[in-house]
Nanobody
């Protein structure tokens, strides 16, 4: 059973940066697309970014394009989300998720089979 563990969340001032990590273990397939989602209080969980199993395809939500960068190190079984120029509206619990997919990635929340426990990101002065 694939397990995902997020880390790197915390409190940061507006304009600051954080790097989230998603460490995976227990692989049963060579091909996993990874997505980052977030959920703010009172709101639905939304897709933020995703990356294909090889790392050659990446997608970003319009709200984070130009500020967030997703990457993966398959040798370390870890996916990163570098978040720059953070805004108060980025405050949320951030989750990474995995799905069996050889090509591409997606923001479809229901398409992902495995989820981490989440890490809190708070952007406030």
């Amino acid at each position: 059973q694939l397990q995902l563990v997020e880390s790197g969340g915390g409190l940061v001032q507006p304009g600051g940066s954080l790097r989230l990590s998603c460490a995976a273990s227990g692989f049963t397939s060579d091909y996993y697309a990874i997505g980052w989602f977030r959920q703010a209080p009172g709101k639905e969980r939304e897709g933020v970014s995703c990356i294909s199993s090889s790392g050659d395809r990446r997608k970003y939500a319009d709200s984070v394009t130009g500020r967030f960068t997703i990457s993966r190190d398959n040798a370390k079984n870890t996916v990163y989300l570098q978040m720059n120029s953070l805004k108060p509206e980025d405050t949320a619990v951030y989750y990474c998720a995995a799905r069996h997919l050889r090509w591409g990635c997606s923001f479809g929340r229901n398409e992902y089979d495995y989820w981490g426990q989440g890490t809190q990101v708070t952007v406030s002065s």
